[in-house]
Nanobody, 118 residues
Framework: VQLQASGGGLVQAGGSLRLSCAAS????????MGWFRQAPGKEREFVGS????????YVANSVKGRFTISRDNAKNMVYLQMASLKPEDTASYYC????????????WGQGTQVTVSS
């Protein structure tokens, strides 16, 4: 499975941005897609996930109410809609995929940079 994240950029605080993750290859094996982020000097942080088949989502408390995850099964796309962005949301954002619930994340895309200016 190959993953490609896109949509990052520079945005002012309070603004919105939508990240996309395109999945290709053996996507039928994917059970869950996730989003992570990593700021310079900080550990990678889980942002949220979505079950591929049911669309059930989970987002971290740090972004709950501001970030929304969705998917388009027909296009093999997953989205991270970010609103009310804060400077502390500045990070490289990565999408990931796992083939089994409870397992580690099997596949990772390259990061897309999000910078939120104050």
């Amino acid at each position: 499975v190959q993953l490609q994240a896109s949509g990052g950029g520079l945005v002012q605080a309070g603004g919105s941005l939508r990240l996309s993750c395109a999945a290709s290859g053996r996507t039928f094996s994917v059970q869950t897609m996730g989003w992570f982020r990593q700021a310079p000097g900080k550990e990678r942080e889980f942002v949220g996930s979505i079950r591929w088949s049911t669309g059930t989502t989970y987002v971290a408390n740090s972004v709950k109410g501001r970030f929304t995850i969705s998917r388009d099964n027909a296009k093999n796309m997953v989205y991270l809609q970010m609103a009310s962005l804060k400077p502390e949301d500045t990070a490289s954002y990565y999408c990931a995929a796992k083939i089994r619930e409870g397992s580690s994340w099997n596949y990772w895309g390259q990061g897309t940079q999000v910078t939120v200016s104050s």
